[in-house]
């Protein structure tokens, strides 16, 4: 595995940790600061919400952002958007090209739907978040959960309206990095899916850097 | 689908407007756009569980599509149908443009205030669905990715979103069999996207029916292994003895 950081001085390095697959992750972004995620083994959803850390009423909005931009794909110079419709980060580097922000997360409820009843019990990207929540007690809730972001997720959407999760197209060292504009928490699950190809069927470790230029 | 034989109620709503109420689960709701371009931005909850939302992601990943007709089902994040599209006379709606709010509808169209213009102040979809969802003790966190009942955005094969006029003519309409007691949230603010210079936002008909029952071989129940199986979860969590599903 490459560590993609040969841009980054140890001095400039605020945080960094490693995230298994399956684990939730949960960190403040302050305003100015690099948020870089590096897709370590390669095509790994990287599920993510944003709140203002001041207001967690103050979201990230998958339709205020794709609105925007007048496009669904999120890449550099995407600007992430609040349910205020204010600027939470804009995406400063990325080296994958793509990333989406309509397929939203896994749940154990939507493994029944999706798959099998039976597939209830697998370790879903919901039940990650709801984990994340109650461990780092943040005062908030399932209600808090709106539509994320999968960084590294390829969910193409034809001019027709046909809709799927196709094969990724990240590959191991490729990372995306952006720019917060407010302080900003970041919750994140790792996705540990294994019924489609979101993460090639084989889930691995990312890592996080948060860093000041 | 026939026209509903029995109606239950019947309610206009100006363009601009904002409404909430329950639907039960087997009753029916027409939505007729009166002229032609209206926009209706929805959300729905359990109205059991406020928290089990319609769920924009898991509707479209269930049904590979990413807009709603016959035979769609909106799902709920818990797995359930909370509707099912059992008939439409408009053929796409559409769930990934959002909402306008007060800073995009006046960069737009400039403001309008009660006191001058009364009720034809201008309403953005953002502050209306709120306000309806707080009557339910919901909020600004409850609003996630909407639908858009009667437009339509296109989107290329480089991501790139259109507005696509004229996708609704006078008298279209929808109708929504609900599989669940639901919260339904919606107003008659215009499309964000909408290409329309001018503040114009198109009248509504709401219409409520009692549904007939859901027979084994229900269009939206088959349409896909995903629907059969979000109705099986939906029968259980009412204590109901389920379809059969492969």
Redesign the interface.
Known sequence: MTLANENIQPSQVVYREVVEAGDPWMHVVKAGQKFRIVDLGGNQAVDTLFYNADNH???Y????T??GQ????LTTDSVLRS???NPMLTITADTCG?HDT????C?A??????Y??DKRHMHSC?DSFLKALSKWNEGM????L??NINFFMNV????E?????DDGISAPGRFVEMTAEMDVLVLVSNCPQLNNPCNGYNPTPVEMIIWQA | MSKPSSIIWSEHLPGGAHWSGVMRRGTCLRITDLEGGANVPMLMSNLEV??E?Y????T???Q????LTVPNAC?S????VLCSVISDTCG?HDT????S?A??LAEKYGTLNYQKANNDYFKNA?DSLVNELEKWD?????????INWFSKI????????TFVEGNSSAGSYVDLRFEMDTVVVLSTAQH??DTNPEYAPKPIELTAWKAEPVQSDDACLRHRA?NE??F??TAIYYGEKPHDFS
């Open positions: 009423d103050e979201r909005s998958a339709t205020d794709i609105k007048g496009n669904i794909y349910n205020l419709n793509r309509i397929g939203g997360a749940s409820e939507s493994n029944t739907v999706r099998s009843i919901r809730k399932k209600s808090d709106s539509s193409p959407v034809s001019p309206g046909h809709l799927d999760f | 406020l928290s939302r769920n924009m992601p898991d479209l990943k269930a590979k599509t990413a807009f799902f994040d818990m797995g359930r796409w990934i443009g959002g909402i709010n800073n995009s953002y919901m909020g600004a966190k409850d609003m996630v990715p909407n296109r989107v290329e094969n480089d991501g790139a979103m964000p996207l995903e199986r979000a099986y979860n």
